[in-house]
C-alpha cells in the first residue's frame, strides 16, 4: 500500500530509521519465504515493522497462528494495526520500544529491516548495550559504538525458536566493517545460511 510508504516522512526518519523494504526488497523477502517448507500454524514476527510493508506483503504465503509486529513510532504502528487485522485472524501488536518489550517473545519466522540508526543518534546509549549484555550477548559486542541494527541482532536472535528462519533486510556494512564482527561470529556459531542476496542496482530500503 502506497499509504504504508507516505507514513514515514510523518516522523523522525534519521533517528528512527524509518526508512522502510523497497519494493525489490520485499521481492527477494518473498522469494526467500517460498523456499521455507513449512509454513502453516507458525509464529511470525516483525519486530521493528514501521507499517508492516514486510508482514502485510507475505499474507498470501504463510497461514501463521499468529503474528506478532513492534513499532516504536506510533503512527505507522497503528496503521499497521488496522491492515495487518484485516489480513490475519490472530494479530499482536505492540506501539513500543522493541528493546524494552520484545525479549520475552518467540518466534518461528522473522522477517525485518532492523533499524539502522547511528551510534551518536541514540539517546539511550548505555541503557541499550547493558541490555543487550544482560541477556548473554556482551561478548558478540565487538565495539563500543555498534550501530543499532547491529544490536538488534542480538535481540533477534533472542526471539527466534531454535530450527526458526530470520529473513532481514540489512546494511552492507553489517559484513564489511568492524562493528558486525561480533554479528559475524554469532551467525557463524548459530546459524546455517541459506542466502545472502545483495541489490547492485539500488538501495533495499528508503
Known sequence: ??????????VDRKRTSSYYTSIDGVTVVRSLIEKIPNRDGIVVMDP??????LLSSIDDLVKPSKVIGI?????????????????????EITCGDAFKVAWNYKADLIVANPPYVRWHL?????????????????????????????LAMFLIDHILKDSGYAILVLPASTFHTS????????????????????????????
Do not use: W
Not at 48 to 53: A, T
Not at 189 to 205: H, M, T
Open 1 to 10: 500500500y502506497k499509504v504504508q510508504y507516505d507514513v514515514q516522512n510523518l
Open 48 to 53: 521493528f515493522m514501521g507499517s508492516g510493508v
Open 71 to 91: 513499532e516504536i513510532n506510533k503512527r505507522p504502528c497503528e496503521l499497521a494495526r488496522n491492515i495487518l487485522s484485516k489480513m490475519y485472524s490472530n494479530v
Open 122 to 150: 541514540l539517546n539511550n546509549r548505555e541503557e541499550l548495550l547493558k541490555t543487550v549484555a544482560s541477556h548473554g550477548y556482551g561478548h558478540f559486542i565487538s565495539r563500543s559504538d555498534p550501530g543499532l541494527h547491529i
Open 179 to 206: 562493528q558486525g564482527t561480533g554479528v559475524k561470529q554469532l551467525i557463524k556459531y548459530r546459524y546455517d545460511v541459506l542466502g545472502i542476496v545483495e541489490n547492485l542496482k539500488a538501495p533495499s530500503f528508503s
